[in-house]
Every structure is written in structure tokens, then in C-alpha cells.
């Protein structure tokens, strides 16, 4: 069992360019999540997928937007990406969107824009 | 709006003492609050978890003590490792169908 997998690991983008953050699960979970980690901040969630077909806003959704592909995988992409952007970027999994079911993360992406 | 806030931002401790996190949270509809651990370059782990109907819960040199009145909780590592040099969040969440909210981390370093 890999998990969670993100790809890719490492990331510079200049400002203005678009990018797709991919996650995949293999631990058969309904629920997703994207989350952003910076220094200071804790993690902090961007959007979440309650189950297959549905997304929705978490915390700090501004210049993201998401696709849940299906069951396994749930993509991050950034438009238009920008320096404040910069960031550890983590997706995690859980078997139901519950508050006392366990969240799984990925290793993480690490993005730069320049 | 931090939510939950988590002190120390850092943490030196030597090998065999015991190291303290402490996390206080503003809304009391949260009733799960999980503790998770981070190793360089590594997601976030589950740790331990407690929820308010219990004033504290240990697994093995882990505990989570929580005050409800004061709404605060915190970790301590009793005989700390080298090993146990990571980064620790808080987090709460309120009933089943909500998400996590997470302190802004606490970096442990251990001395040996």
C-alpha cells in the first residue's frame, strides 16, 4: 500500500504561470483534502472532497480550484500562480469526512513562485 | 483568526526530559481534538487524539491533558527520545461531518 502519492515533489513556477498538483489514495477513503503549510500557520485547508462527486471551499480557497477525478484522486490546481502562493502543499485522505476519523497525508509538494 | 494557538513555537529539551506543548482554542463547539507529528520532509502523522469527555489520555510516553473550563490542551512526551525530534501540531474539529483546524506548530528538538 503506497498510501497517499503526490506528484510532484518540487515545483518553481514563475508568477502568472498555471499548474496541477496531483493526489491519489489507495486506501479506498471517501473523503480528500488539500491543505497549505506555511511557517507560523499550521496547515491550513484550501478545499476538501466529502466523497466522490463533491467539493467544497475550506479556509483559504482564494486562486485554487479543485477536481475530484474519482474515488482515488483529487487534483489542486493554480491558475494564475502568485508569490504568496509559496508554500509545503499536502494532501490528505480519510475514510469519511467525520471529525474523529483519522487523516492521512502525502509526503507534499513543495512549491516556489518566483 | 487563529482559531487554535499553539506555544512554544520551539522546543530545546534533553534526552530523558520531558517536553510540553500547549494549545488553547477558541470555540467551544470543538469536541476532537488530535495532536499530530511531522518529521522533516514527511506529511503530518496521527499522534493521539482526546475528546472532551475525558480529562486526559495516555499512550505509552504520550499524554493529552485537557481542561474543557479553561479550553486549553496540551502534549506532553515524557522521557524524551532523540527520535521524537519532529514538529507537533494541535488541532480541533467540532462534530462529525466538520474539519480540522491546526495550530501553527511546535519544532522539538532533542538533545542527546
Known amino acids: 500500500n503506497a498510501g497517499v502519492t503526490q506528484t510532484p515533489k518540487f515545483q518553481v513556477l514563475k508568477t502568472g504561470q498555471s499548474m496541477t498538483l496531483q493526489c491519489a489514495q489507495d486506501m479506498n477513503h471517501n473523503s480528500m483534502y488539500w491543505y497549505r503549510q506555511d511557517p507560523g500557520m499550521g496547515l491550513r485547508l484550501i478545499y476538501y472532497?466529502?466523497?466522490?462527486?463533491?467539493?467544497d471551499k475550506g479556509e483559504v480557497p482564494n486562486g485554487y480550484n479543485v477536481s475530484r477525478l474519482n474515488k482515488r484522486e483529487f487534483s489542486l490546481r493554480l491558475e494564475s500562480a502568485a508569490p504568496s502562493q509559496t508554500s509545503v502543499y499536502f494532501c490528505?485522505?480519510?475514510?469519511?469526512?467525520?471529525?474523529?476519523?483519522?487523516?492521512?497525508f502525502g509526503p507534499g509538494t513543495r512549491l516556489t513562485v518566483l | 483568526q487563529q482559531q487554535v494557538k499553539q506555544s512554544p513555537q520551539s522546543l530545546i529539551v534533553q534526552k530523558g526530559g520531558i517536553s510540553i506543548i500547549n494549545c488553547a482554542y477558541e470555540?467551544?463547539?470543538?469536541?476532537?481534538f488530535p495532536w499530530y507529528q511531522q518529521f522533516p520532509g514527511k506529511g503530518p502523522a496521527l499522534l493521539i487524539a482526546?475528546?472532551?469527555?475525558?480529562s486526559e489520555k495516555k499512550e505509552g510516553r504520550f499524554t493529552i491533558s485537557f481542561n474543557k473550563s479553561a479550553k486549553q490542551f496540551s502534549l506532553h512526551i515524557m522521557d524524551s527520545q532523540p527520535g521524537d525530534s519532529a514538529t507537533y501540531f494541535c488541532a480541533a474539529s467540532k462534530a462529525a461531518g466538520n474539519k480540522l483546524t491546526f495550530g501553527g506548530g511546535t519544532r522539538v528538538l532533542v538533545k542527546p
Open positions: 472532497s466529502a466523497s466522490e462527486g463533491t467539493t
Open positions: 470555540n467551544t463547539a470543538f469536541d476532537y
Open positions: 490528505a485522505s480519510s475514510e469519511t469526512q467525520g471529525a474523529f476519523n483519522e487523516q492521512f
Open positions: 482526546i475528546r472532551p469527555d475525558v
